[in-house]
């Protein structure tokens, strides 16, 4: 049975010593790769901008923002670096005047497939706390945008320019926004402006067919039917009263009658004028009636109903020039002598004759005078009831029908009134919208803006050459050591005293050193300063190539 033996970092060592030739074989060339690598790559400069995102809205906009959109500012990001390296558009773009000179005279695909190449567009993000979960997230507070190229200076004028184009894009993006929406709430706006026409209209024609019936007019309704319900109760009133002055004329006239004298129609014409004298101003019809009976009597005349339809047309006539001296053409003792004048001529147009064939005494003929005076005013204080309770009549039809008118009065005022508050929202939106459109021509509304600009770069930001030639030392060494490990495990040769005991399992008596002669190490010496020589060289020609085609 084979003894087991322990290997320790001697055997290690020993198997590096041995492996030494592999080991440098592999590790130089590979390290001086990366040498040369490091030192023949040529220096790349960066010039960025950073921009953060600022808090212009377009406003009335349709979509909701804020939080949503910051939550995808890295899909805007991205929609923004597409729009803005677009083939089209950088070929527009280039052909103006303020594009960079380092990127004209050259091939047109070229140049915006090196400028696709070479532009960089980065997301900052930063940790916060979802308000909502309560758990830490991260969002994107800002970007950078920048160049890489040769020369410093490219590298500057490019980022800028870059820099405008990203601006521009930004405001060419928000602009189709606003006139979106611009153009949304004007068609809205349009249409609402039709239907309010058209409500408008219905509510004209409403008003029109229902005049009297509509709900604002209720109280202006009641208030009619009451004042119009006193005046018929006045009405009322004086009809009652005047049927009673009527009722007492009818028994003063057949008293009248029955008498026959005319001193005692004489002293109760005095006694009838001295009662009125006491009521009427001396100018009121009647007493001036009563006046001209009693200077008729006194001189022995006739009455009045002992006169022809023509001489007691004149005495009303004077009696009316008499009257309107005294009061208004409104006066209802004016209207009625003209009403006693319009029928005298009637009965005179008509051919009619005086119907006094019996002579009559003064009294009578001032009682019939008074009774057909307080019949007239009786007619006319009926029709004025019957014109009053037809005007209470249709009142209180107005009165009915305002519930139902009502309801659709107001939903007909309803629905304006909803059409013009939306209207004046849509218009308010409109010009929200045009205003920011102009902001944003401006440069005054922007989504994004500035907070470093490009500058000229002082280092190259590539290549990070310790990084690489490090890098390509460890790898080196790594594929070594790998390659003499793998090695060692294959080789079954037997060395030292430890393989003989491992194998024989008995211990060696002496161990004889492997002596090396002077030749031998001028040899092992040569080769590896070979084999260095042509590391350097190799490195120094890689160098070299990287640097022309560069």
């Known amino acids: 049975m084979e003894s087991q033996t322990t290997t320790d970092v001697s055997d290690y060592i020993a198997a590096l010593k041995r492996r030494r030739r592999m080991l440098a074989y592999i590790v130089m060339p590979i390290a001086a790769i990366a040498i040369g690598l490091s030192l023949g790559l040529p220096d790349r400069f960066s010039s960025s901008a950073l921009f953060t995102f600022s ?14 959109e910051k939550e995808y500012a890295d899909q805007y990001v ?34 915006i497939d090196k400028i696709a190449d070479n532009t960089n567009v980065r997301t900052v993000r930063v940790p916060v706390l979802d308000p909502d979960s309560g758990r830490e997230r991260e969002i994107v507070s800002a970007f950078t945008v920048g160049y890489t190229s040769h020369d410093p200076v490219t590298a500057h004028h490019v980022a800028k320019w870059l820099t405008n184009a990203v601006l521009q894009a930004s405001r060419d993006m928000l602009a189709e926004r606003a ?50 319900e006193r005046d018929m109760q006045a009405v009322a009133e004086q009809i009652a009263n005047l049927r009673q002055n009527r009722m007492f004329y009818s028994v003063q006239l057949e008293q009248a009658k029955a008498s026959g004298t005319d001193a005692n129609v004489l002293s109760q014409l005095e006694g009838e004028y001295a009662r009125k004298q006491a009521i009427y101003d ?22 009045i109903s002992d006169m022809s339809l023509q001489q007691q047309l004149e005495a009303q006539k004077a009696i009316l020039s008499e009257t309107r001296q005294r009061y208004s053409a409104d006066h209802p003792d004016v209207k009625r002598v003209q009403r006693q004048i319009d029928e005298l001529q009637a ?10 064939t019996v002579p009559s005494s003064p009294t009578v003929m001032q009682i019939k005078a008074q009774i057909n005076g307080v019949d007239t005013q009786i007619a006319g204080l009926e029709a004025r009831s019957r014109e009053l309770r037809t005007k209470m009549d249709q009142l209180v039809k107005r009165v009915e029908a305002t519930p139902q008118v009502e309801r659709e009065y107001q939903q007909l005022t309803r629905d304006l009134d909803l ?7 849509l218009l308010k939106s409109r010009m929200d919208s045009e205003l920011t459109s102009a902001a944003i021509a401006g440069g005054r509304s922007d989504e994004i803006r500035i907070v470093t600009p490009p500058a000229v770069p002082s280092e190259p930001a590539k290549p990070t050459r310790p990084l690489i030639a490090a890098a390509g030392i460890v790898l080196a060494l790594v594929l070594g050591l790998a390659a003499v490990v793998l090695t060692e495990a294959m080789d079954q040769t037997v060395r030292g005293s430890r393989d003989v005991k491992r194998v ?15 030749a031998s190490l001028r040899r092992m010496r040569f080769r590896m300063v070979m084999l260095a020589s042509c590391a350097v060289a190799g490195s120094f020609i890689l160098v070299l190539a990287m640097r022309s085609l560069s």
């Open 55 to 68: 808090q212009a809205e377009v406003s009335g906009e349709l979509p909701t923002r804020g939080r949503q």
């Open 78 to 111: 991205a929609s923004l670096r597409d729009t803005v390296l677009a083939p089209d558009r950088l070929a527009a773009a280039l052909k103006k005047p303020d594009a960079p000179k380092e990127l004209q005279g050259g091939d047109l695909e070229d140049t």
């Open 179 to 228: 006139g979106s929406s611009a153009q949304f709430y004007t068609a809205e706006s349009d249409r609402y402006s039709r239907q309010i026409s058209l409500l408008e209209s219905k509510l004209a024609d409403f008003k029109a067919k229902n005049f009297g019936q509509l709900p604002e007019l209720r109280d202006v309704n009641l208030n009619v039917m009451d004042r119009n």
């Open 347 to 356: 009965r005179i147009a008509r051919g009619e004759k005086s119907d006094s």
């Open 419 to 425: 059409a013009r508050t939306k209207y004046d929202e």
């Open 504 to 518: 024989l399992s008995v211990a060696p008596l002496a161990v004889i050193p492997q002596i090396q002669d002077a």
């Open 282 to 303: 001396p100018d009121h019809p009647d007493l001036i009636n009563l006046r001209r009976q009693i200077d008729s009597l006194r001189r022995g005349g006739p009455a």
